[in-house]
């Protein structure tokens, strides 16, 4: 299993929003910083169309 780093940009402000939404999805161990949320995840993590 491959671990990347995901970054999720974002507006300043929703920081807060976008890591309650990554929780309820089953990601932990977040870091949030002004404008973005990074966190560890596999190539499979990745939503595709």
Known sequence: ???I???ATLSFGLEA???REL???GFHDLRVSDGKVELDATPEDIPTV
Do not use: E, H
């Open 17 to 19: 929003v976008v890591k």
């Open 5 to 7: 780093t995901l970054i």
């Open 1 to 3: 299993m491959n671990k």
């Open 23 to 25: 929780i309820a999805l």
